[in-house]
């Protein structure tokens, strides 16, 4: 088993004994035939998980409920690509990623997911709705060291000139392929 460290926060379902995250380097694997579906709230606060989020996840509806959904979050996950996530969100667009996440026991699982502003009828952000399914594991051969390359970025720099230097690696390698984001998942 692996221990990483990481910062504990006081009443997170996500949290473990004092600084560190227990990562096992055990890989779970999503049934092609089922979908995790989770909705958040504005701020990605989780107000439902449905059973496959609660079984994949290993945490129980109760501790889901009313957590952010980080609490799933990947250490080995570049932070580049959940504030790509967020900017894209914040422009009232859809966005699918691939995205490893980690189990409450440290197991980790590749979702390719589909995140989704919702609206009143006024218009007004309410809320993020997320369907994750079973990627197909030639597009996570093919991400994984891109990904990898990010998170060495990331980590090779201060917090904030880390995330700038990554972020701005992903545009580089995005524009070098002449694609988009969602273009580039979508060509795996």
Not at 99 to 107: A, I, Q, T, Y
Request: proline share 5%.
């Amino acid at each position: 088993m692996l221990f990483m460290p990481t910062k504990k926060k006081a009443g997170y379902a996500g949290a473990h004994s004092a600084d560190t995250l227990l990562l096992t380097g055990r890989e779970r694997i999503l049934d092609p035939q089922k979908t995790i579906v989770s909705k958040t709230d504005p701020s990605g606060t989780i107000t439902y998980a449905n059973d496959v989020f609660i079984e994949i996840s290993g945490y129980s509806e109760e501790e889901l409920l009313g957590t952010p959904h980080s609490c799933v979050r990947h250490p080995h996950m570049p932070r580049c690509v959940f504030k790509l996530l967020w900017d894209t969100l914040a422009t009232g667009r859809e966005i699918f990623a691939y995205v490893l996440n980690r189990s409450k026991n440290g197991d980790h699982y590749w979702v390719f997911a589909h995140v989704t502003p919702c609206h009143d009828l006024s218009g007004r952000l309410v809320a993020y709705h997320s369907s994750r399914r079973a990627p197909n594991p030639a597009a996570i051969q093919a991400v994984e060291p891109l990904y990898a390359k990010l998170l060495d970025i990331e980590q090779g720099k201060g917090r904030k000139e880390g995330l700038a230097a990554s972020e701005k690696a992903l545009f580089q390698t995005l524009a070098q392929k002449n694609v988009s984001y969602g273009a580039f998942v979508f060509s795996l």
